[in-house]
């Protein structure tokens, strides 16, 4: 188990991440929570999570105007579960 140096703002992004998995958020609510984390990491230790979270948030913004909208729930489904498996995976520095 990873133990981070902020640990609401990954809660924060496994939830907005969870919930769009269970179809109880949309894609601009997982963008916004990971805008949010984003923000909150400033440690160099975390530098890979911020750059995680800004590349994914980048990617979901992309599907927004790309995809079509019967569509857009798949590509995003592959983003979020991206972001959890490199959360979840353990991390050597």
Known sequence: MNTWLYPEA?????QAC???????ATIEQVQAALRQSEQEI???DEKWLRSLLFDAENKLEEILY????DQQ?????????HILRSIQAP???
């Open 91 to 93: 991390r050597s520095v």
């Open 10 to 14: 990954v809660q924060r992004v496994e």
């Open 18 to 24: 969870a919930s769009f998995l269970s179809q109880d």
């Open 66 to 69: 790309t995809v079509s909208d």
């Open 42 to 44: 400033v440690a160099l």
């Open 73 to 81: 729930a798949q590509a995003a489904n592959e983003v979020v579960r």
